[in-house]
């Protein structure tokens, strides 16, 4: 009996190592399960409205003609100064509002496949665990209204709708950056809008985004409005009711337009020629389209803070505001664009209004940036998200409270990737480099470029960065930044909010 028993005990434990190697070897070949959320214990849970426009600037005072948004967000809210995009590039960035993840984390290195895009993103299993994800399991109503994911969606799935979300309304087919004649997935049914001027796109997302809160408003259900839209970005499509706006505005002027002396900046650059008058009037032109294009935001923004008021749930509501990434017009000799470490293209408006955050304030001097933004809604939300999150929650802050000292980073990690060089045979394996990788403090830009080329800048000195000192500055400062941000190039989970306090010892 004894001797049976031992068999068959043998038996048992065979079989569960053979179990954990068939487990084991099947990890190795399917996307992994999502890492779980903690759901904290909560009386009430607000409302989060997460607004996102595509390529706006912060520098050159688009945002000055939105008047709504000043009136009922700027001056009811908190904005962050210096507010900074870890990659300056669409769905890179993207990808980390929706993971909290820096980009060498996500692996969505560019906006096209096979090393970016929605691809990239669903490929390494990304979708699985999102803030939709997360605040979808803490109970809320969760609906995404406009851009998803550049790439999205697959051709041969066009009515896909990525875990995390309880509505669902993004374009499937056609091309909604020019504002008309598109097919919208809405809820896994694709729906055409002709190009009749009531299904302009943005007015359209208005009216969902409207109707959502209307019927949530009708329940007990804490509601996650993602609302992402096109505008700004090229073409640039305005409403018609709008096209007759701001007959003579232009590009605001700074230290940086049309730089005088360039020679100082990366080889790519050193040898542009002054923009002539012409290339001049023409980002005038362009940039005066741009404002037209966020009229219609605007308005949307109206109407939405009325749909709140009338459904008793503004007090009760997050409005976040913000974009995925700046944009450049004419700094540099640049002539349009993103893509840069430069203040025009990584810095974007952060602007809260909602339970608790200090209204017409403005911080600055404060480090943060997108890859802040799902730690912040998950905290207003009561939940913690997996361990993989390399964010702040900067809810404290929004609030009014002085920011702690272990709270506040030293130093923001910048990244913008390329494929690596063809000719040693990389690029065709998959193998993404970084094109280059920088720092920025409250004092400091410091880039280092893929060809060994060093940008560095004083920015209490310097704040449009017109002068590169790394030939001049202190050879053992420029030894520290390169090991600081190698070290926080190379970082994972909670060791990145170790590693942005400071160079390890």
Excluded at 44 to 61: G, H, K, S, T, Y
Excluded at 174 to 189: C, F, K, S, T
Aim: aromatic fraction near 10%; include cysteine.
């Amino acid at each position: 009996m004894k001797r049976n028993n031992q068999i068959s005990g043998l038996f048992l434990r065979t079989k569960l190592l053979l179990l954990l190697v068939v487990l084991l070897i099947s990890s190795c070949n399917l996307v992994k399960p999502a890492p779980e959320v903690v759901v904290l214990p909560k009386d009430q849970r607000p409302n989060i409205l997460f607004v996102m426009l595509d390529d706006l600037d912060a520098e050159m005072n688009s945002i000055s003609y939105m008047k709504n948004l000043q009136e009922l967000v700027v001056a009811r809210g908190t904005s962050l100064d210096d507010f900074l995009i870890t990659n300056p590039n669409c769905c890179p960035s993207r990808s980390t509002i929706l993971r909290g993840q820096y980009t060498h984390s996500h692996q969505v290195f560019h906006n096209t496949a096979p090393d970016g895009g929605f691809v990239k993103f669903n490929e390494v299993g990304n979708d699985a665990s999102t803030l939709g994800v997360w605040l979808q399991e803490a109970g809320y109503r969760t609906a995404l209204i406009g851009k998803y994911l550049n790439g999205y969606p697959l051709g041969d799935d066009r009515a896909y709708i990525p875990p995390g979300w309880s509505e669902w309304y993004s374009p499937a087919k056609g091309n909604a950056y020019d504002g008309y004649d598109y097919v919208l997935n809405e809820n896994g049914v694709l729906i055409p809008y002709s190009p009749a001027e009531a299904n302009y796109f943005t007015d359209v997302a208005s009216r969902k985004a409207v109707d959502f809160i209307q019927r949530a408003g009708q329940d007990d259900i804490p509601f996650f409005l993602f609302l992402t839209l096109f505008a700004p970005h090229e073409p640039s499509t305005a409403a018609n009711r709008h096209r007759d706006l701001f007959p003579s505005i232009t590009v605001p002027a700074s230290p940086s337009s049309n730089e005088a002396d360039v020679s100082d900046k990366p080889i790519d650059m050193s040898r542009n020629p002054l923009l002539t008058d012409e290339i001049v009037s023409s980002l005038d032109q362009k940039y005066r389209q741009r404002i037209l294009s966020l009229q219609a935001v605007d308005e949307m923004f109206a109407e939405l803070v009325k749909v709140l008021e009338q459904t008793g749930q503004l007090d009760n509501t997050y409005i976040v505001f913000t974009s995925d990434n700046g944009y450049h017009f004419g700094q540099h000799r640049l002539v349009e664009g993103k893509g840069t470490f430069y203040k025009e293209d990584i810095i974007v408006p952060f602007i809260v209004r909602g339970p608790g955050v200090t209204e017409n304030r403005t911080v600055a001097g404060f480090l943060a940036g997108n890859v802040d933004i799902p730690l912040t809604i998950a905290d207003w939300a009561g939940v913690v998200p997996p361990d993989f999150v390399e964010g702040r929650s900067l809810a404290k802050v929004l609030a009014g409270d002085p920011a702690p000292e272990k709270d506040c980073r030293e130093a923001y990690l910048l990244e913008y990737y390329t494929p690596a060089d063809a000719n040693d045979g990389s690029a065709s394996k998959g193998i993404t480099a970084p094109y280059k990788l920088g720092l920025r403090t409250t004092e400091y830009l410091y880039v280092e470029h893929s060809n060994g080329f060093v940008e560095f800048y004083d920015l209490i000195t310097d704040p449009y960065e017109l002068e590169n000192i790394a030939s001049t500055a202190d050879p053992a400062q420029l030894e520290h930044f390169s090991k600081w941000l190698k070290a926080f190039s190379r970082c994972s989970g909670s060791g990145c909010v170790q590693v942005d306090m400071g160079l390890p010892e």
